[in-house]
């Protein structure tokens, strides 16, 4: 299982303390999805091999402008090995579910966003994962909490019902912020997410990085052509 | 009152806990048992809160790392997870929670998950993203907090910064 992270300067820790964090509790890897104005600068064989964490490299676009996003998310396909979007507004959610570019719409309900049938389908036919975000039903108390567990179950009746894909993270940008995938399961169970649900969606950023860096791994000459038997040896 | 008679006795589940935060924080075991009963009165209601009893009965915390034991009634530990899982801040100090394991007595909770013994740490200069500063580093594991200067911490390890 995997976690998406926001590491320093966007956050309160290196991306190594976040790995060794994520080690200790019983993670398989990380993804930093640092904001385009927040890189991380970070050697992730080094930290790989000190604390056997696989570390993703990621980027999360964060505009309200989805010319800008389309621009951004062109410029970072090539080198990231996941490309999320923020989400949150109606244009942005339906800019994301619309890209087969992007791998992951963030927090589509966070603030005024939402999402329907249309955005679940659209999103189900270009494999866009919609992110189910835990950190503020994890940080925040009251009636902000209760709308994030009301959009939250929305998100999942929508998302069970199409088999859209989706990934799970408690989004921590301090090794302080990361809670196991038990406890992650534990409080899904209580706010009608199943365990299962929440530990598939975990797993699913370790499949996504797993896929994502075969299609940029040598053996693909372009994006659908691998190299096959045919091909010279170089 | 003369105590029941052992079938009529609740069954407990000791929760083993490891609290950790920045090196500057105070928590107490109050304030710990008062997140731990808000966090389960929030996320579990009165009713599943009573029903998951919740109660800290061993607590230490000393620069930045610490343990808990908490009591939970038999058939609830998976809500007490839930609502351990909530708890993100104590007297306005960020903390990091993690289940360690769950036993049936006290002792075996001690014995198998709190026996590791205390993380030393000591201060020392460090040069951290090119500028020299001050962390508190937990001896064995590697793990140091960075002192900044707008007295917030930075979480690093020993593969971030050298030592001055």
Same mark, same amino acid.
């Given at each position: #299982? ?72 062109? +410029? ?15 244009? #942005? ?5 619309? +890209? ?8 589509? #309900? ?8 249309? $955005? ?115 | #009152? ?12 000791? $929760?083993?806990?490891? $609290? ?34 919740? %109660? ?20 609830? %530990? ?26 049936? %007595? ?50 690093? %390890? ?7």
């Amino acid at each position: #299982m995997y976690e998406a992270v926001h590491a320093r300067p966007a956050g309160a820790s290196t991306v190594a303390r976040l790995a060794k964090t994520a080690a200790d509790y019983g993670y398989e890897g990380v993804v930093v999805r640092n904001c385009a104005d927040a890189r991380a600068e970070y050697d992730p064989d080094g930290i790989r091999d000190e604390y056997d964490v696989d570390v993703v490299a990621g980027v999360e676009v964060r505009t309200d402008d989805p010319q800008e996003a389309s621009g951004a998310v062109g +410029n970072y396909r090539t080198d990231e090995t996941i490309v999320a979007v923020s989400g949150g507004t109606t244009s #942005m959610n339906r800019f994301a579910v619309e +890209n087969d570019k992007v791998d992951v719409l963030s927090h589509p #309900m966070a603030d005024d966003g939402d999402v329907n049938h249309v $955005l679940a389908k659209a999103a189900l036919e270009n494999g866009v994962r919609l992110e189910f975000d835990l950190s503020r039903v994890l940080g925040e108390h009251g009636g902000g909490r209760v709308r994030e567990i009301q959009g939250l179950r929305k998100l999942y009746e929508i998302v069970d019902h199409y088999g859209t894909p989706h990934v799970v993270s408690a989004t921590p940008t301090s090794h302080l912020e990361f809670r196991a995938p038990r406890e992650l399961a534990a409080l899904g169970e209580r706010i009608g997410l199943p365990g299962e649900f929440v530990e598939d969606g975990l797993a699913e950023w370790g499949r996504l990085a797993e896929r994502n860096r075969r299609v940029q791994s040598e053996s693909f000459i372009e994006p659908g052509v691998e190299r096959g038997r045919y091909e010279e040896k170089h | #009152m003369k105590h029941l008679p052992k079938h009529l006795r609740p069954r407990w589940r000791y $929760l083993a806990v490891a $609290l950790e935060s920045w090196p500057d924080a105070e928590v107490g075991r109050r304030a710990f048992q008062r997140e731990l009963w808000y966090a389960g009165q929030n996320l579990l209601g009165d009713p599943g809160s009573a029903a998951a009893d919740l %109660t800290v009965v061993r607590f230490a915390f000393a620069d930045g790392t610490g343990h808990a034991l908490v009591k939970v009634r038999r058939g609830e %530990t998976e809500s007490a997870r839930a609502a351990l899982a909530c708890i993100d801040e104590i007297d306005d100090s960020p903390v990091g929670i993690r289940v360690q394991g769950i036993s049936g %007595t006290i002792r075996a909770a001690e014995e198998n998950y709190l026996g590791r013994g205390r993380q030393e740490s000591e201060e020392r200069n460090v040069v951290f993203g090119n500028e020299e500063r001050v962390a508190v580093v937990r001896n064995g594991d590697g793990s140091a907090d960075v002192r900044l200067p707008d007295e917030s911490f930075a979480g690093a %390890t020993d593969l971030d910064y050298d030592l001055a």
